[in-house]
């Protein structure tokens, strides 16, 4: 398992205290962790987008997030292994893109560490 599934794992559950979409910086936070992402992002929910970084009314949406959990996590694709997708308890999923090199999204966890995407840091998720 590499370090941050792990990490993520370790964790959780994780409850959403606040959610909130102020473009262009989405976060999501609870007590002692939060995820900060100026990147591309979408949620999902049946297969569906229901909400995305580039969608008109995607605030309340995201809102609507908080007093959920993230519950799971995984890898968000086999080809470039460093972006995970967040699943939360009501069956949604939170896919985050590193594709803003200057502050593609951030993640503190309650146990302290803090991660950064890093395409060529091949073990950081995958």
């Not at 398992?1 to 205290?17: F, G």
């Amino acid at each position: 398992m590499k370090r941050i599934i792990h990490a993520l794992e370790s964790n959780l559950p994780l409850r959403i205290d606040h959610a909130i979409w102020a473009p262009p910086v989405l976060t999501l936070y609870g007590q002692n962790w939060n995820l900060n992402t100026m990147a591309s992002w979408r949620l999902i929910k049946n297969g569906v987008i229901v909400a995305a970084s580039g969608l008109e009314g995607s605030e309340p949406l995201v809102e609507n997030l908080t007093d959920r959990s993230i519950v799971s996590v995984s890898i968000q694709s086999q080809v470039c292994r460093v972006d995970p997708v967040l699943f939360f308890d009501d069956g949604q999923a939170l896919e985050l893109f590193s594709d803003d090199t200057l502050e593609p999204w951030v993640l503190r966890l309650p146990s302290g560490e803090v991660f950064v995407p890093n395409p060529s840091e091949r073990d950081l998720i995958g």
